[in-house]
């Protein structure tokens, strides 16, 4: 049973900072993308950053220069640092990891349980 769970998130002022972690646990062969998106008052859940198994990574052009998505296998962590953070970052962030548990199966496709981020003006 593969398991992520978050932590890190707070309120912060704005211009702040905060670091999120997505925790994972259970017998995984590879891990395929790692992303983090987020969902914002009156809007539908967002993309915010992936990072594929070669390293390379992605933002949002909204968060792009302030956040930094990164992982340590030796904590089979991945993480959000977020700087410079603005009112309209406010929102639930939600981990999710594309993996295959075994060589050759399918992709599986899991979420953590969200984290809230508050930032005030």
């Known amino acids: 049973q593969v398991r992520l769970v978050e932590s890190g998130g707070g309120l912060v002022q704005a211009g702040g900072s905060l670091r999120l972690s997505c925790t994972v646990s259970?017998?995984?062969?590879?891990?395929?993308?790692e992303a983090w998106y987020r969902q914002t008052p009156g809007k539908e859940r967002e993309w915010v950053a992936s990072?594929?198994?070669?390293?390379?990574?992605n933002y949002a052009d909204s968060i792009k220069d302030r956040f930094t998505i990164f992982s340590d296998n030796t904590k089979n962590t991945l993480y959000l640092q977020m700087n410079n953070l603005k009112p309209e970052d406010t929102g639930v962030y939600y981990c999710?990891?594309?993996?295959?548990?075994?060589?050759?199966?399918?992709?599986?496709?899991?979420w953590g349980q969200g984290a809230q981020v508050t930032v005030s003006s």
């Open positions: 999710n990891i594309k993996l295959r548990v075994r060589p050759g199966g399918k992709q599986y496709d899991y």
């Open positions: 259970g017998d995984i062969f590879r891990v395929n993308t």
């Open positions: 990072r594929v198994s070669g390293g390379a990574t």
